[in-house]
């Protein structure tokens, strides 16, 4: 079981910066691809960036270009680096790690708010 803390998160004008982090605990962190979401008010929970356990990363189309996924197996972290926020942005994000081995394996950060606003 891998047990998730998301941090970072805040208010922030629109062109500007935050670095997400996610602290993972418990067994074989390193196993696991990880993945961050984000849910803005009223509508669904969304993809915005994975990497897998091989450090292969993916975007959303929203995204790509300002944020950067990473991970740090031997820390048991891993981060969001996003840059030229826009208010669109603004949303829950989570952290998310998922293994599928016969059976599917997915845990869940408690979320971070992030609010990119004037």
């Known amino acids: 079981q891998v047990q998730l803390v998301e941090s970072g998160g805040g208010l922030v004008q629109p062109g500007g910066s935050l670095r997400l982090a996610c602290a993972g605990s418990?067994?074989?962190?390193?196993?696991?691809?990880m993945n961050w979401y984000r849910q803005a008010p009223g509508k669904e929970r969304e993809l915005v960036a994975a990497?897998?356990?091989?450090?292969?990363?993916n975007y959303a189309d929203s995204v790509k270009g300002r944020f950067t996924i990473s991970r740090d197996n031997a820390k048991k972290m891993m981060y969001l680096q996003m840059n030229s926020l826009k208010a669109e942005d603004t949303a829950v994000y989570y952290c998310?790690?998922?293994?599928?081995?016969?059976?599917?394996?997915?845990?869940w950060g408690q979320g971070t708010q992030v609010t990119v606003s004037s």
């Open positions: 418990g067994s074989a962190f390193s196993l696991y691809n």
């Open positions: 990497i897998t356990t091989g450090g292969s990363t």
């Open positions: 998310n790690a998922h293994r599928r081995v016969i059976l599917e394996y997915s845990y």
